[in-house]
Nanobody, 125 residues
Framework: VQLQASGGGLVRAGDSLRLSCTVS????????MAWFRQAPGEEREFVVA????????YYADSVKGRFTISRDNAKNTMYLQMNNLKPEDTAVYYC???????????????????WGQGTLVTVSS
């Protein structure tokens, strides 16, 4: 299973970006999908996850109300719409996937078997 993240870039505070993560797997709809991020000098942290159908989502408090995760199972793609970006959102964003997670584990990176290469988001003040 290969994950390809894209959409990062350099933006100013208050701007928006949309990240995409495409999965090379026809059983995409069987994966719980998530975004994590890693800021310079920091540990990787959970951002948001979405269940198989897209009907349930789980957000970190730091992005709640600003970021929106979605998925299109017909296109094997997950999206992260990021609005009102802040300098503290600067990080490499990674998409992750797993087919065996339970809801209580979606925030733990060790629970995900598949990872994308990361896309850099830089937010200037």
């Amino acid at each position: 299973v290969q994950l390809q993240a894209s959409g990062g870039g350099l933006v100013r505070a208050g701007d928006s970006l949309r990240l995409s993560c495409t999965v090379s797997q026809r059983t995409f709809s069987r994966f719980i999908m998530a975004w994590f991020r890693q800021a310079p000098g920091e540990e990787r942290e959970f951002v948001v996850a979405i269940n198989f159908s897209g009907g349930s989502t789980y957000y970190a408090d730091s992005v709640k109300g600003r970021f929106t995760i979605s998925r299109d199972n017909a296109k094997n793609t997950m999206y992260l719409q990021m609005n009102n970006l802040k300098p503290e959102d600067t990080a490499v964003y990674y998409c992750a996937a797993d087919s065996r997670l339970i809801v209580s584990s979606v925030r733990f990176e060790s629970e995900y078997d598949y990872w994308g290469q990361g896309t850099l988001v830089t937010v200037s003040s």
